[in-house]
């Protein structure tokens, strides 16, 4: 085995337009290790994970593989280097079966039998090796999120990776399945395989990784043994200045019933069941999260309740009122409010300027129309205003494109504009997908702050520390259905079992 590093990175540096993505970033991976790389969002490390793979050229520096200075115009030439990268969204064909994914760019000529052969044998040393079992003729499409990624990853060695790259690799898993990910990788780099794990999940950092690169503003801030650090130090050196990571939650005080769903039944035009008799009550100044893995139902059960989609059976009360006929105006005009999951696509458009986003559902309110009816702009511009102090958006510029503003940023205007409606429902999709240490902080004070001024808030996220840490009662959707209700003091593994569809009885 070499004795020269699996790759390295010298003074690399990446500009898109006046934006400064990486500035003399230098990276060195060891060969048979797990590194890990953390950083707030635009810190730079999709950047150079993605000049490491081929997307990106660099604009100067150099990348040695195996000690020696190669480059990397496209990612054929990152795999035929021996550099493989799993995406956070998998690049799989859902109608091919497992074998034919992994003959995708790799057929080994025109006929494919060769190829196919290749392929099994492939799978079947995999599956011994390093505990990476799969059915070569499953349906790709047919099986769990779980095994989905393990296809990617036998892509990725089939193809001859040396260097796994992971992105977010546990987004969409169980903890069960996150747990023998992990172990499956350090199987890999016991066998001599480098692995970067690209996550924003500092437990998983201290867990899975051997050393950690921390990035800030497109630099390098901090390399360290793992075990020769903690979650808190880390988050320190993301953001440039010492977090309190805990999360003061008072104790509940419920109030009367909000939201009381009855039997909600839903299927898409595709006839498949997203929503199966779903039943569940929520009070006033309580939180309640729905944890489970995406694409159990969760998405469509806030979309119902929030009356964009209309459910084929059962009911939604709002305070004893039933609104299941209501359009999503009138049940906003009755007290319900929206942070959806996907901000670009529902929560504002990327044309309008921060001041127009933050008026969405708004514009027609007394405060912001004089009385011909006509917008009051200044009246506009200065609330814009007041609400980006309030929230912390940075720059504070009413009149800067929304798209122009970081995700973070993004999600913490829609925060303010469905916050400050003081709602009597607050529906939550993952609030902080994609939003970095500091910004999490800040929507999860928020949402706690709502919640004492006796708010009911139903939350959706993939991420168990924020259920378990907002929570007042967490519910566990699989299938489409409620599988359980927990306490927020529930153990991983019972809470994994769960979202996996084992065990637990209806809510």
């Known amino acids: 085995m070499s004795a020269n590093p699996a790759a390295e990175l010298r003074g690399i540096t990446k500009r898109f337009g006046a934006i400064l993505a990486n500035r003399a970033v230098s990276l060195t991976l060891a060969r048979g290790t797990i590194h890990g790389i953390v950083g707030e969002n635009g810190a730079g490390k999709s950047t150079l994970m993605n000049i490491l793979y081929g997307y990106h050229q660099a604009d100067a520096g150099e990348i040695r593989i195996d000690g020696m200075p190669v480059r990397l115009?496209?990612?054929a030439d990152a795999i035929a280097r021996g550099i493989g990268m799993v995406h956070?969204?998998?690049m799989l064909v859902g109608r091919l079966t497992v074998i034919e994914n992994l003959l995708l760019g790799a057929e080994g000529g025109a006929l494919l039998r060769q190829g196919a052969v290749r392929a099994r044998a492939t799978l079947a040393r995999l599956a011994a090796e390093y505990g990476l079992p799969l059915d070569p003729d499953a349906v790709v499409e047919d099986l769990p999120v779980g095994l989905q990624q393990r296809v990617e990853i036998a892509k990725a060695l089939h193809r001859g990776a040396e260097i796994l790259i992971l992105d977010?690799?546990?987004?969409?898993?169980?903890p069960q399945e996150a747990d023998r990910l992990f172990a499956m990788l350090r199987s890999l780099a016991a066998a001599g395989k480098t692995i970067v794990l690209v996550t924003h999940k500092l437990r998983e950092i201290m867990a899975a990784t051997d050393r950690v690169t921390v990035m800030r503003h497109g630099t390098v801030v901090a390399d360290l043994a793992t075990n020769e650090t903690d979650e808190a130090r880390l988050a320190e050196l993301m953001v440039g200045r010492k977090l309190d990571l805990g999360l003061a939650k008072p104790p509940p005080r419920r109030g009367t019933p909000v939201l009381e769903v009855t039997k909600l039944g839903y299927r898409d035009i595709g006839g498949h069941r997203r929503l199966d008799d779903v039943s569940l009550t929520l009070h006033a100044g309580e939180i309640v999260g729905?944890?489970?893995?995406?694409?159990?139902?969760?998405?469509?059960?806030?979309a119902a309740i929030a009356g964009l989609i209309a459910p084929q059976h059962g009911t939604i009360r709002l305070e004893g009122t039933d609104v299941t006929l209501l359009d999503a105006r009138e049940r906003r005009r009755r007290g319900i409010a929206h942070i959806p999951e996907d901000r670009l696509r529902m929560g504002l458009v990327a044309d309008f300027t921060a001041a127009q986003s933050l008026l969405l559902g708004e514009q027609r309110e007394p405060w912001c129309r004089d009385r011909a009816g006509l917008l009051r702009h200044a009246a506009i511009r200065a609330r814009t205003i007041a609400r980006m102090s309030d929230y912390d958006v940075r720059p504070p510029d009413p009149d800067l494109r929304s798209a122009l503003l970081s995700g973070g940023n993004q999600q913490k205007l829609v925060c303010a504009r469905e916050m400050e409606r003081r709602p009597k429902l607050l529906l939550v999709g993952q609030p902080t997908r994609g939003v970095d240490i500091g910004a999490s902080q800040f929507i999860h004070r928020r949402l706690l702050a709502l919640r004492e001024a006796d708010?009911?808030?139903?939350?959706?996220?993939?991420?168990?520390?924020?259920?378990?840490?907002?929570?007042d009662r967490i519910l566990v959707m699989a299938g489409g259905a409620i599988v359980g209700e927990l306490t927020p003091e529930a153990?991983?593994?019972e809470l994994g079992l769960l979202m996996a569809g084992i065990g637990g009885a209806a809510a």
């Open 455 to 471: 708010a009911a808030i139903l939350l959706v996220s993939v991420e168990l520390d924020e259920i378990r840490a907002l929570s």
């Open 73 to 75: 115009r496209h990612p």
């Open 88 to 90: 956070q969204h998998f």
């Open 491 to 493: 153990g991983e593994r």
């Open 168 to 174: 977010e690799p546990t987004a969409v898993l169980t």
């Open 290 to 302: 729905i944890a489970g893995v995406a694409g159990n139902g969760q998405s469509e059960l806030l």
